[in-house]
């Protein structure tokens, strides 16, 4: 995978315990810093499915209506023919 330098600007303290915490797991602080963003990244997908479950479950009742869904995976009503 090709690489592209980011430069960015810390106080001490979070250069400080960059290198710490990356010392501690034993990987340069730039590993550290792409785990870290991967990491958040990952969060971010996870949060926007949760959020995606909790929309569906509150319009289940306006879906149903809508287009005749009354089990999980079964369509009817509207489109019934279409596959």
Do not use: C
């Not at 960015?8 to 792409?34: C, F, H, K, P, Q």
């Not at 479950?53 to 369509?75: N, S």
């Amino acid at each position: 995978m090709a690489k592209t330098q980011l430069n960015v600007r810390v106080d001490e303290g979070t250069a400080r315990a960059a290198r710490e915490r990356a010392l501690a797991r034993g990987m340069s602080v730039n590993r550290y810093i792409e785990e870290l963003v991967r990491q958040d990244a990952g969060e971010v997908g996870h949060t926007f499915v949760e959020a995606a479950a909790d929309f569906m479950k509150q319009y289940e009742a306006v879906f149903a209506e809508e287009f005749g869904g009354d089990r999980e995976g079964h369509r009817h009503g509207r489109g019934e023919g279409r596959r």
